[in-house]
């Protein structure tokens, strides 16, 4: 089944402690793009990658990396997080860029930072 | 990068039709597209149009595309408690911009 599988769904942490959101795709596509959502702000884009070792910065990078060191894994790595990145996270991929082609998403995964 | 503005929040009745409206800033969108968040998932894809049509007609749902002014809607006929839902609005330039997303709430 064609899918982008996020880990972990739900976290809580605190300030300050790294963690790494982990994303996976499984339809060999080249784009791969995350973004949080927050209430009334809708989806802003973090980062993307348009294929292996090509990542680019969003709107709203600040306080996140990323790598793409192979092509089905995108992990989203927060090194000191503060409550303001408490949010809810997509990862979506693409075959083509960004601008064009259906996003297939992740279910997302929730992260509250105390 | 591209504005894309749509309203918050919508409350039909079941039955009747919904229509999302959704605003963009940059004329050289060449594709735009609506999608469908339903509780406690991701997006999906639920329809798209080319720019160079002024409507696109798929089951229950209508898009129409005014580029004149920039204007882009999704009309649902028929509205079943299984719309309920956010309907985000999305437009390319060179990157995919999305609005702020629509609160759709269908009533009994």
């Known amino acids: 089944e064609a899918q982008v599988t996020q880990n972990p769904r739900y976290l809580i942490t605190v300030t300050g402690k790294k963690l790494t959101v982990t994303c996976s795709q499984n339809?060999?596509?080249?784009?791969m793009s995350w973004y949080r959502q927050d209430p009334g702000l809708g989806l802003r884009q973090i980062y993307y990658?348009?294929?292996?070792?090509?990542?680019d910065k969003g709107d709203v990078p600040e306080g996140y990396k990323v790598s793409r060191k192979e092509k089905r894994n995108f992990p989203l790595i927060l090194e000191s997080p503060s409550p303001n990145q408490t949010s809810l996270y997509f990862c979506?991929?693409?075959?083509?860029?960004?601008?064009?082609?259906?996003?297939?998403f992740g279910e997302g995964s929730r992260l509250t930072v105390l | 990068g591209e504005d894309v503005e749509q309203s918050l929040f919508l409350s039909v009745r079941e039955g009747d039709s919904s229509v999302i409206n959704c605003t963009y800033t940059?004329?050289?969108?060449?594709?735009l597209y609506w999608y469908k968040q339903e509780p406690g998932a991701g997006l999906q894809l639920l329809t798209y149009?080319?720019?160079?049509?002024d409507m696109k007609q798929d089951q229950r749902l209508t898009v129409l595309l005014n580029k004149k002014d920039k204007h882009l809607s999704l009309r649902i006929a028929d509205t079943q408690t299984g719309d309920s839902a956010i309907y985000f609005c999305?437009?390319?330039?060179?990157?995919?911009?999305f609005g702020a997303g629509t609160t759709v709430t269908v009533r009994a």
């Open positions: 979506a991929s693409s075959l083509g860029g960004g601008g064009t082609g259906e996003l297939f």
């Open positions: 339809m060999n596509h080249e784009y």
């Open positions: 990658s348009m294929n292996v070792e090509v990542t």
């Open positions: 940059d004329s050289s969108s060449t594709y």
């Open positions: 149009i080319f720019s160079n049509m």
């Open positions: 999305a437009a390319n330039d060179y990157k995919l911009s």
